[in-house]
């Protein structure tokens, strides 16, 4: 079993920066790879971004790519979300997920574990 608690939410101007953090239980998170998620009010949940097992590859949906950077620490067990040049888009509840398979990692069906999200809030 794998917990996972996200933080670092909260309310910033657009423009603005945000770092999501999720801290995993266990002592096999180099065994995962690590995603984040988020969903906007309305929306289907949608791929942010992700970061191998290692952190030497890391992938990110195009509306974030060049804004957001993922990475991971696994000696702290934790993953992070760094969202800068927030837009009111960015709305959302961002959640962190742990996926024990190798590939689909832009796919929220190969995650295992999920977090229960954390609430960022972008104004114009």
């Known amino acids: 079993q794998v917990q996972l608690v996200e933080s670092g939410g909260g309310l910033v101007q657009a423009g603005g920066s945000l770092r999501l953090s999720c801290e995993a239980s266990g002592r096999i998170f180099s065994s995962y790879g690590m995603g984040w998620f988020r969903r906007a009010p309305g929306k289907k949940r949608e791929f942010v971004a992700a970061?191998?097992?290692?952190?030497?590859?890391?992938y990110y949906a195009d509306s974030v790519k060049g804004r957001f950077t993922v990475s991971r620490d696994n000696a702290k067990n934790t993953v992070y979300l760094q969202m800068n040049s927030l837009k009111p888009d960015d709305t959302a509840v961002y959640y962190c997920?742990?996926?024990?398979?190798?590939?689909?990692?832009?796919?929220?069906?190969?995650?295992?574990?999920w977090g229960q999200g954390t609430q960022v809030t972008v104004s114009s």
């Open positions: 970061i191998s097992r290692s952190g030497g590859n890391t």
């Open positions: 997920a742990a996926s024990a398979v190798l590939g689909g990692i832009r796919d929220e069906y190969v995650y295992n574990y």
